[in-house]
């Protein structure tokens, strides 16, 4: 019988493994093991499985960093859960973010070393690097995820749920009174620097902006 840790997946590249039911998912998470740089997402029965690139990794990376100096230089309190595996089984959907921020609900997942999204809140913000596939909104739309950025084809976007469905919006709800998309399209187009130097760039560029009138 194939084992999926037989699987091999080139960096930049994925799998579809199909119809599979919610113990044949947790399945291959438990041959998939915890220490793995692969990404998976699953809805509706379809498993992604995805090994992520170079690239992938710097822009991912490089856009939670301006998003950490935003939120320091803001004053906010906010907690980072990376790639954590959020599940919702009554409806054979799990998800791994690029990466994901608890900024409003922040408190409420201190100290939490498992969560239970019965009970728990889901990420206020989830991170989206869309190089090798796209992301799986109905997945997110299961998890009731408020707000989600994606990076794709050189051009930063931001989704918000509206109901049960998700819409493009030229704004961030949770920074209503700033221009996320203009203002950090610049800095993650930049590939001809080190990203300690655009992170330093883009904090200056932050000390300019009135941040006080933030809510």
Same mark, same amino acid.
């Given at each position: 019988?194939?084992?999926?840790?037989?699987?091999? /997946?080139?960096?930049?590249?994925? $799998? +579809?493994?199909?119809?599979?039911?919610?113990?044949?998912? %947790?399945? #291959?998470?438990?041959? *998939?093991?915890?220490?793995?740089?692969?990404? /998976?997402?699953?809805?509706?029965? $379809? +498993?992604?499985?995805?090994?992520?690139?170079?690239?992938? %990794?710097? #822009?991912?990376?490089? *856009?939670?960093?301006?998003?950490?100096?935003?939120?320091?230089?803001?004053?906010?309190?906010?907690?980072?859960?990376?790639?954590?595996?959020?599940?919702?089984?009554?409806?054979?959907?799990?998800?791994?973010?690029?990466?994901?921020?608890?900024?409003?609900?922040?408190?409420?997942?201190?100290?939490?070393?498992?969560?239970?999204?019965?009970?728990?809140?889901?990420?206020?913000?989830?991170?989206?690097?869309?190089?090798?596939?796209?992301?799986?909104?109905?997945?997110?739309?299961?998890?009731?995820?408020?707000?989600?950025?994606?990076?794709?084809?050189?051009?930063?976007?931001?989704?918000?749920?509206?109901?049960?469905?998700?819409?493009?919006?030229?704004?961030?709800?949770?920074?209503?009174?700033?221009?996320?998309?203009?203002?950090?399209?610049?800095?993650?187009?930049?590939?001809?620097?080190?990203?300690?130097?655009?992170?330093?760039?883009?904090?200056?560029?932050?000390?300019?902006?009135?941040?006080?009138?933030?809510?």
């Amino acid at each position: 019988m194939l084992q999926v840790q037989q699987i091999e /997946i080139p960096p930049g590249h994925r $799998t +579809l493994l199909r119809e599979l039911d919610w113990q044949a998912f %947790e399945e #291959v998470l438990r041959d *998939l093991g915890e220490k793995r740089n692969t990404r /998976i997402a699953n809805a509706t029965g $379809t +498993l992604e499985i995805r090994m992520p690139s170079p690239e992938y %990794e710097r #822009v991912k990376v490089l *856009l939670a960093h301006l998003l950490v100096v935003l939120l320091d230089a803001l004053g906010w309190d906010w907690e980072s859960l990376g790639s954590t595996t959020f599940k919702h089984p009554a409806s054979n959907v799990g998800i791994e973010p690029d990466d994901c921020f608890y900024i409003q609900n922040c408190a409420a997942i201190l100290g939490k070393h498992r969560l239970d999204l019965s009970i728990d809140p889901p990420p206020d913000l989830a991170i989206e690097v869309d190089l090798t596939s796209k992301t799986r909104l109905s997945a997110y739309t299961t998890l009731r995820v408020p707000e989600i950025w994606r990076y794709q084809n050189n051009e930063l976007t931001i989704s918000v749920l509206e109901g049960d469905t998700y819409t493009h919006s030229s704004n961030s709800r949770i920074f209503p009174n700033i221009p996320i998309i203009s203002l950090f399209s610049e800095y993650l187009a930049n590939t001809s620097q080190p990203m300690s130097a655009i992170r330093k760039a883009f904090r200056l560029q932050i000390d300019t902006l009135n941040l006080s009138e933030q809510p």
